[in-house]
């Protein structure tokens, strides 16, 4: 394969998955019954409710708290709150400095009185004519004695009535006076002047109090902001109920109050409204389709494990469930909810990416349990997330003491937020919050240890704590290789290591490349002298072979490595290394030898040289093909310098692509290329120029002509014109 990966053909690049019969059914099946066991368990109750009472009704008997609860009582707190805005008087818009209203009062005032005296001048009119122009005037109400005294009242003491009357009500107008208090302001206005005779102080301080308007005015919006802030300042009113309290007595009324109290302790049996249970149909819905889109989208041969789709299913609707038992209607238990172990358990199973969507999917389907609590949702997606981070690859059993580490941190961190955004100064409560939230992660950290355990033995999946095991060189079954096939079980070490670089550079699982390396040629132990790396005396029995009988004992190998793997009980994702490393591929040497000595005729028939197959069906098998190819031609070739490495992984990448034996893996061109870096790089610290020292110098030197050079003296082939790569198939 050239670096140029624009020259290699379409059908090797990243495959289609196509929505086949099968994957479909799975995919509408999945969605059908996940959104409705979630929706199922969100409508109804699944604990025993008895009580049915309403405010108003009767109460058939004691009924006693269950257990001690503090919650926040919503009747309370919003008394609480209406009573804190009532407080808040009206707030008025009034400025001292601003004398405006004042001087526009005192010149109309002014006006008013010049025009009383035209009337009191006017020799024409008649008192009764003068009295009803005074009454005509606009805004003066006075009683007709005080108008009959104000046109008939000699002038001197007309104009004193005038001036006093001026006087005082700019005095009354200096002062604050607001709408609703302008008849108390009218009311004092009492003149007790000396000077003045009894009929003129009461002239006065009826024109006064004609003349009196108010100069400060309501400011709605500064009132309502006001009240807000009152209403926003009362902090929530809590509510305990000790164990055993009585919270209605027989024959009591049941109150508001006492109705939220057993609603709160989720004794009341709820309404099921129609449009409820909609909606939450509706909401699982939506949340089931976006989780399928996602999977069908990046995860598309998640479809075909149904172990995977059921163990995410169960684990799923059974987070739903512990969680509708375990958060409504308590305040400290809803915090032992431990979602986590949902989230660690589909991460150590499935895939870590799968586990952080789902636990984004549950998240809100917990908040909704929860009442629309902002906080529980965060609570369950920030513990679910940072435990399947801490989790990924498991290589110890203390990766769960730690994941459990990592979830109390992670559920103390929003409890503590959220306590300060409410601002919640109970001490106590906090703490026993707290304390619940620590327990969630020893909760969560112990039932995904043993969930770990069961799932994995229940439904035959390989963790990688079974792929440490397999890997160790103490299993009876590579001990057996190393004793009976030396060459296989060096090879199968060096073939590992090529195996794990290039899939740890590609994102693949490097465990699971590894150890399915160094079992992917088990079957050469049966009969390893017919395979070059374990011939050591220069003989080889193919020479005494038919191409197609040897063609037959290479391409069984396969057979005889799944017998042994299923004797020794190896995992299926391990023994399907074991066929799929050939793929369908041919034992190229015997058939061109086969070729060769059918001379004309042509009747070689190729699928009796093919192995059994099938091809690679996943990244991590592709690259073991690629690997063991790699590895036995450098090792048959020995090439010398970079160039020559680039060109053999070049060759054999491009062998296998254009045979179509890639075409069923999940190997893009992307990945093609950094397999490619990752083998050259790989290649060069084992084929890297070696110093020859003087000691070994002079005892080449001191070697007779007879036994030759054997530093220049070809390799030992064990098949006559060959390499020893080809009967290393």
């Known amino acids: 394969m050239s670096s140029d990966s624009n020259d290699m053909p379409p059908a090797s690049g990243a495959r289609i ?30 604990l025993p409710r008895q009580l049915t009472l309403e405010v108003g009704d009767v109460s058939p008997s004691d009924i006693r708290a269950p257990s001690r609860i503090t919650y926040v009582s919503d009747i309370e707190t919003e008394t609480a709150r209406r009573n804190a805005e009532m407080a808040v008087a009206e707030i008025y818009d009034y400025d001292p400095t601003d004398s405006t209203i004042a001087r526009e009062q005192i010149r109309h005032v002014g006006k008013i009185f010049d025009y009383v005296a035209a009337v009191r001048h006017d020799s024409y009119a008649s008192p009764e004519e003068k009295m009803e122009l005074v009454t005509a005037i606009s805004g003066v109400d006075l009683p007709p004695t005080v108008i009959a005294d104000s046109v008939t009242l000699e002038e001197e003491l007309w104009d004193e009535v005038v001036a006093k009357s001026t006087e005082i009500l700019g005095e009354e107008l200096d002062e604050e006076i607001r709408s609703d208090q302008l008849a108390a302001v009218q009311d004092r206005v009492h003149v007790f002047e000396p000077e003045l005779s009894e009929q003129q102080a009461v002239l006065v301080e009826e024109w006064v109090r004609s003349f009196i308007v108010p100069n400060s005015f309501p400011n709605p919006q500064g009132t309502e902001e006001a009240r807000a802030r009152a209403r926003e300042a009362v902090e929530s009113v809590l509510m305990t109920l000790e164990d055993g309290q009585v919270v209605v007595r027989e024959g009591e009324v049941t109150t508001p109050i006492a109705r939220e109290a057993l609603v709160k302790l989720g004794l009341l049996q709820p309404r099921v409204e129609w449009t409820d249970i909609a909606a939450r149909v509706l909401f699982t819905s939506l949340l089931t389709v976006i989780l399928a889109l996602y999977l069908t989208t990046l995860h598309p041969t998640f479809w075909n494990n149904w172990r995977d789709v059921l163990l995410l299913g169960f684990l799923a609707s059974a987070a739903i469930l512990a969680a509708k038992l375990m ?4 305040v400290v238990l809803g915090y032992l909810f431990p979602l986590a172990t949902a989230s660690m358990l589909l991460t150590a199973l499935v895939d870590l990416e799968i586990a952080i969507v789902v636990t984004a999917i549950l998240s809100p389907l917990i908040g909704l349990i929860a009442g629309g609590s902002l906080e529980f949702a965060v609570y369950a997606f920030a513990g679910g997330v940072v435990s399947s981070l801490r989790l990924w690859r498991i290589e110890k059993l203390n990766a769960f003491l730690w994941a459990g580490v990592y979830v109390a941190l992670s559920n103390l961190g929003v409890v503590l937020v959220f306590r300060a955004l409410e601002q919640d100064h109970d001490l106590l409560g906090t703490l026993q919050i707290a304390g619940a939230s620590v327990a969630n992660a020893v909760l969560a950290m112990s039932l995904t240890l043993g969930g770990f355990f069961l799932f994995s033995n229940l439904l035959k999946i390989t963790t990688s704590l079974q792929l440490l095991e397999l890997g160790r060189p103490t299993h009876p079954l ?13 090879h199968s070490l060096l073939v590992g290591n090529l195996a794990e670089q290039a899939a740890q550079a590609i994102g693949a699982n490097p465990l699971l490349a590894r150890v399915g390396a160094y079992y992917h040629d088990i079957g050469k132990m049966l009969r390893p002298y017919f395979f070059a790396e374990n011939q050591t005396d220069g003989e080889n029995p193919h020479d005494r072979l038919d191409p197609e009988t040897s063609a037959q004992i290479i391409t069984s190998h396969v057979k005889d490595g799944l017998q042994l793997a299923r004797k020794y009980g190896l995992p299926k994702e391990i023994q399907d290394f074991i066929p799929q490393h050939h793929g369908t591929a041919t034992s190229s040497f015997f058939y061109r030898q086969a070729c060769e000595q059918g001379g004309a005729s042509g009747q070689t028939d190729e699928e009796r040289f093919r192995y059994p197959g099938p091809r690679p069906r996943s990244r991590e098998a592709a690259i073991l093909m690629l690997a063991d190819e790699v590895e036995a031609v450098s090792r048959a070739n020995r090439p010398g310098s970079v160039e ?20 069923d893996s999940d190997l893009t061109l992307q990945d093609l290329q950094e397999v490619r870096g990752t083998f050259v790089n790989v290649l060069q610290g084992i084929f890297h120029p070696r110093i020859k020292y003087p000691e070994d110098t002079l005892e080449e030197e001191g070697e007779s002509s ?11 082939s064990p098949v006559r014109g060959k390499s020893r790569s080809e009967t290393s198939d």
Not at 706 to 716: E, L, M, Q
Request: charged share 30%; net charge positive.
């Open 706 to 716: 007879n036994s030759g050079d054997r530093a220049k003296r070809p390799d030992p």
């Open 644 to 663: 020559e490495i680039e060109a053999l992984v070049d060759k054999r990448i491009r062998k296998r692509l254009d045979d179509g034996q890639l075409d």
């Open 478 to 490: 590579l001990h057996e290789l190393l004793q009976k096939a030396p060459g296989t079980y060096h």
């Open 17 to 46: 998955e196509r929505l086949t019969g099968r994957r479909t059914f799975r995919i509408v099946a999945f969605c059908i019954l996940f959104a409705a066991v979630v929706s199922f368990i969100l409508t109804f109750q699944f």
């Open 327 to 330: 958060i409504p209607g308590h």
